[in-house]
């Protein structure tokens, strides 16, 4: 209500009750104000001409050609104290037509939830969880991949781990020593084995010179293709990969550490 002062202001006074009251009422405008400045990841967002991106290869036996996944970044609030990566586009690329139509409408989904914003992670689990009824396959290491569109996933968990969006590896250095310990012991073991058979080998070799060449050669072959786990190893339920082996009377995986006996 205005009240119209008919008299003339011979002096002030100012009350400190009432400015402690309206003190509250100044500071949350300011703090909104500081949060406006930080730019978030949203549909709105123009792209900029320039961004960030890294590709990753994957080559499958499904396919002679190999595809080529990109995943490109913006920087959000570049040069600040709130400075973060996010994802906002992907690209499919292969010389291979064959999934043409299904890879370009996956990209574009992908993209458009990379532009929407927020949580994002949960891709990797949908995409993971796609089975090929024909059977998957294991890559280079000894992972198994249950299909094209699982491996996908596989690379953007990848660049998001890259990023900081997903954590890395949760073990800590004494667990990564342990699990290098065993693998070591493992692989001395088997290497002992192995000589063994090498001296019977020879022996055949001195009696059969041609017959020896050809065991020789099938021999390279199998090494150059055994994965980067010790040969015979079981497939792990956690990591899914192959490198779960016996050790101490204990099955044991040599990539995550899972074991059934604690």
Known sequence: MAVKIENKIIGYQVVEEEVAAAAPEVAPESSA?????????????????????????????????????????????????????????VFINSKNMDHFQWIVALTRIISAVFRKGGDVTFLVEELRSVFDPRGGYFKKGGKYMPSLVAEIGDCIECH??????????????????????????????GAGSSSQGKGVATGTKGSAGVDGSVDSSAGTATTSVSSSFPAGAQLCVKCSTKAVVKMDGCMTCLNCGESKCG
């Open 33 to 89: 104000g500081e949060k406006s400045n930080v730019i978030q990841m949203h549909e709105k967002l123009e792209r900029p001409e320039h961004l960030l991106g890294s590709t990753y290869k994957i080559k499958t036996p499904l396919s002679e050609h190999a595809l080529y996944v990109t995943v490109n970044d913006m920087i959000l609030n570049e040069g600040t104290d709130h400075e973060q990566r996010r994802p906002f586009e």
């Open 160 to 189: 998001l781990k890259f990023i900081g969006m997903i954590g890395g590896d949760c073990m800590d250095d004494h667990q990564k020593e342990f699990l290098a310990k065993k693998r070591a012991e493992f692989e001395n073991r």
